[in-house]
């Protein structure tokens, strides 16, 4: 099957509290306040379906575990993504915005610091996404992988900013104050 060729559904269910989880070989993927929810497409329309899908498959391609949860009380990548980190068994995390912005963290690193960033989200394709969720798993696992190659446009920051500041107000409307962060369970149906 080609990406044409069939649509991803997903179904994101909260299961409770997120608490620090043990395994060291778990990844966490933090996902922004509405994404899945208020917000189901990237800045450049790609479904929030397959993009967490590539994720999350990437991780387990290189024997990690993922688990997901939802940041409540920011917005912000590299907040959720340091606290998804501080929570995560092996100390890494991804945080990805609804709009398609996406980093990797490390819970020993400062929050405005980590190991790769991905800012220019009409650059990111699902095959990027997977890279991510493979590298992650990586540094979890203790390896020192290549950085995933980024393409760099000078003209998507100019060109996307005004359609980028509007979704992360609409990402912001969803923030729930004093709220801890909740695990999630994504189940995915291919349909054709």
Known sequence: MTTSSFSIEMKLTEIGTAIKGTNPREVIVAVAP?????????????????????????????GAVPRVIRSLRTADLAFMAHGAAKMSGSGISIGLQSRGTAVIHQRDLDPLTNLELFPQSPLITLEMYRAIGRNAAMYALGESPNPVPVVNDEMARPKYQAAAALLYLKECQSLVPDQKPVELKAEFLIKD
């Open 34 to 62: 509405a994404f899945g929810k208020e917000m189901n497409k990237t800045i450049m329309k790609i479904n929030h379906a397959s993009v967490l899908r590539e994720i999350l498959s990437g991780i387990e391609e290189q």
